[in-house]
């Protein structure tokens, strides 16, 4: 992931030029969801819900500093700023993102006790289509254009597809369990999805 060429899109654009080893390329379109953006709001049967998974809170947490170590040292400046964010979930635990072009980003787990990554937690996405309420008032403070997470809740759901593997794109529900996101539920594009619009 530290091979991308990188812009962060959430805070002063900064792009960091490396060997362009690795990098987020957004799947094909097949015929089934050309024509169609990812949302929660279309996926008709039950899914995992932020009460369901539910942790305490801690609203006097302090943040420590990030603890920047080598392998995200390329990407310390963006990264911390994304950290500082504030952007916590799972008690007391943060996610740090780069964004990778327009559609795709690298993200963290931080313990926010103490600054640290969390060796199994991070990854690439492309988060890809969103439908519009993904972005029209979007509040940074809850998460990124394609995750969701709440500061009481274990329960972190992606909208798109990972990187760096055949993953299909659609919605996938995780379960933090202290140190790696557990999957618990996947639900392809084609049954998550929204017609896309005339004038888009």
């Known amino acids: 992931m530290r091979d991308w060429i990188i812009a962060l899109l959430l805070a002063p654009t900064v792009a960091l030029a490396a060997p362009p080893s690795s990098h987020i390329a957004p799947p094909a379109a097949t015929s089934d969801d050309s024509d169609c953006m990812i949302s929660l709001k279309a996926i008709k049967h039950p899914a995992p819900r932020f009460a369901d998974y539910p942790v305490a809170a801690e609203p006097n947490l302090r943040p420590a500093p990030l603890v920047i170590t080598p392998d995200i040292r390329s990407?310390?400046?963006?990264?911390?700023?994304?950290?500082?964010?504030?952007?916590?979930?799972?008690?007391?635990?943060?996610?740090?993102?780069v964004f990778a072009g327009t559609s795709g980003m690298m993200w963290v787990i931080v313990d926010a006790r103490t600054g640290r990554v969390v060796p199994k937690a991070r990854g690439g996405w492309w988060f890809g289509d969103l439908d519009d309420d993904a972005f029209k008032g979007f509040d940074v403070r809850q998460g990124y254009p394609g995750i969701r997470f709440r500061r009481d809740s274990r329960l972190v759901i992606f909208l798109g597809r990972s990187d760096g593997g055949d993953d299909p794109e659609g919605v996938t529900y995780y379960e933090w369990v202290g140190d790696h996101l557990k999957r618990i539920l996947f639900v392809p594009k084609a049954e998550s999805c929204v017609q896309r619009s005339i004038d888009q």
């Open 75 to 97: 990407v310390r400046t963006n990264l911390r700023r994304s950290y500082d964010r504030g952007l916590i979930f799972a008690g007391h635990y943060m996610v740090a993102a």
